[in-house]
């Protein structure tokens, strides 16, 4: 059951840029520039986002915690005194750990700070080295606009459904009805939202993720080279070799599960970590969370690092990801030439390429299993592609006939006959000048009078002509007219 707030973010943007384009030699043109970004990090206006996690603050709950846990543990310990799994967990010697807000505590109120390293420069060339053979390489550093936002934990509160309550069996047993059952899954209620309030208590019982505060720009390497041949009929041929590299790409790391050698321990003696304990969180955390809400848990959820998040505080962050792309591609174009009749084109490429990523182990907890390198779930190692189209549209915006200029002149006389009947005397005349109006041209393609206008094509003068009209009419007020004349 999730409850949201919603968020007013915004963040500023900058970037300078400077290029040129030397024409070193008629045949070797060089292209360089260099551009400079700073993305400032995400604001809400009222500082509604987190601002990372603290590992090292002693956490407000820390005190009422190691307390209960003690007092469970020697308990525990009483009652079994030759426990196979040594016993009940010793407590840690502080509870740590905890969110941190913008703008809240000494934190700055944006969510990420500022990346001031994005400098990219870039650079390429073309170099004809025969009449009709060019050579072309380029590359560049780019970039990115992150789509991250930060986390909004205390302003987005989940309130989860626990489903064990001795992390062995079903909370709802066999009851359809009644507490954890369908009809009432949340017994203690929902958790409200606390917004900030909180502080490093936000979300305790529950499991937290983060954003790094100290974010970089994910960036990518570009680059790419090429030949392209001019051939007969009009066509170009063109190999190429293009590629990317991206680095800092963020993955996840689960900084609040078991310690290494804990789980080592565990596969050999599983219930050493399923073994059913005394919940020392129960009547100090919210009921209505994942730890607080039950008067057992299971052992594990007491070894983990950072225990008051049941075993999740997931760094979102880690930029340890990269994504790789190669490519060789051969493409052939036939293109409009002057020997063309009409103008219909055509390309058929043909492109073998390998696309990596590696953005997460398979394990997110664990630092020992290694980043996994594997095929990009978009990776298409060979494509043919065909393409052709008619490329004139269906009317040019910038292309008007010619234009038609003429002059018209009216005259009219009216007489008032009777009360009922008038007379008029109206004289019309068109083009008075009698100006040239020349046709529109010719626009078929195929045609070899294309672009000429008709009269140009047959080589005549462009028409004119003068058109006058003299009218009577004798007509009544009471709109019914006479044509006497014309």
């Known amino acids: 059951m999730d409850t949201n707030a919603s968020f007013y973010r915004t963040r500023p943007y900058y970037a300078g840029y400077a290029q040129d384009t030397w024409k070193v030699k008629d045949k070797l043109t060089v292209n360089f520039g260099i551009r400079y970004d700073v993305q400032i990090g995400w604001k809400e206006r009222y500082n509604q986002l987190n601002s990372g996690f603290n590992f090292n603050a002693v956490n407000p709950y820390s005190g009422q915690i190691i307390a209960n846990w003690k007092a469970l543990a020697t308990q525990y310990n009483a009652a079994h005194p030759n426990d196979p799994n040594g016993g009940y967990p010793a407590p840690p010697a502080q509870i740590l750990g905890g969110i941190q807000f913008a703008g809240k505590n000494g934190r700055p109120p944006r969510a990420y700070a500022t990346d001031w390293t994005n400098v990219q420069p870039r650079i390429g060339f073309a170099w004809q080295i025969a009449s009709r053979t060019v050579l072309r390489l380029g590359g560049g550093l780019y970039y990115m606009q992150p789509p991250e ?263 009219e006389k009216s007489i008032r006959i009777t009360e009922r009947y008038r007379f008029t005397l109206r004289g019309e005349t068109f083009n008075v000048a009698n100006t040239v109006i020349r046709p529109g041209p010719n626009t078929t393609f195929s045609d070899a009078n294309f672009r000429a206008t008709t009269a140009d094509a047959a080589k005549l003068p462009a028409l004119g002509s003068t058109r006058s009209e003299v009218l009577l009419l004798i007509w009544s007020d009471l709109s019914s007219k006479l044509q006497v004349s014309r």
Do not use: C
Request: charged share 10%; no cysteine.
């Open 149 to 411: 936002e930060n986390t909004t934990l205390g302003f987005q509160q989940a309130t989860p459904y626990v489903s064990s309550l001795d992390g062995l069996h079903p909370s709802a047993g066999v009851n359809t009805t009644g507490p954890y059952s369908l009809n009432q899954p949340f017994p203690n209620g929902i958790v409200p939202v606390p917004g900030s309030s909180l502080g490093l208590g936000t979300n305790l019982g529950n499991t937290v993720s983060f954003d790094n505060y100290n974010y970089r720009i994910p960036r990518t390497w570009e680059y790419s080279f090429g030949i392209q041949q001019g051939l007969p009929w009009g066509m170009i041929a063109d190999l190429a070799y293009t590629g990317n590299y991206s680095l800092f790409e963020p993955i996840e790391y689960n900084q609040g599960y078991l310690p290494y050698n804990t789980f080592l321990q565990g596969q050999a003696n599983p219930t050493y970590l399923n073994r059913t304990l005394p919940n020392p969180f129960y009547g100090i955390l919210p009921n209505n969370t994942s730890l607080g809400g039950s008067q057992q848990i299971a052992a594990n959820k007491l070894l983990n690092s950072y225990p008051e998040f049941n075993g999740g505080v997931t760094n979102n962050l880690v930029q340890a990801g990269y994504y790789r792309y190669d490519a060789l591609s051969l493409q052939l174009e036939k293109r409009l030439s002057s020997q063309s009749k009409g103008n219909f084109t055509w390309v058929v490429s043909y492109t073998f390429s390998k696309a990596f990523e590696a953005n997460h182990r398979m394990d997110n907890w664990n630092l020992n299993s290694p980043v996994v390198q594997e095929l990009d779930y978009q990776d298409k190692p060979q494509t043919i592609a065909f393409s052709a189209f008619h490329t004139n549209p269906d009317r040019f915006p910038n292309i008007r006939n010619p234009s038609e200029p003429q002059v018209n002149l009216a005259v």
